[in-house]
């Protein structure tokens, strides 16, 4: 992502260093994102946490659902 002059602006989540970088400084495959800001990155985690909870929740709801 870049902005209206063209710098970089998107951040990620380095799954290896457990750290938030810039876009660029290291493979994709070792990255969460992209994310808006610095903050949201370092949230990366938990923020799978949270969606990963959501979709179970749903599947179990249709599975339930399902069975009737």
């Not at 290291?26 to 799978?48: H, I």
Request: hydrophobic letters at 25%.
């Amino acid at each position: 992502m870049g902005d209206e002059i063209g710098q970089n602006t998107a951040f990620y989540y380095n799954l290896k260093t457990h750290e938030v970088e810039e876009e660029g400084q290291s493979k994709a495959k070792e990255l969460l994102g992209p994310y808006p800001d610095r903050e949201s990155a370092a949230n990366a985690l938990q923020s799978v946490r949270d969606r990963e909870e959501v979709k179970s929740t749903q599947d179990r709801e249709w599975r339930d659902g399902g069975e009737r």
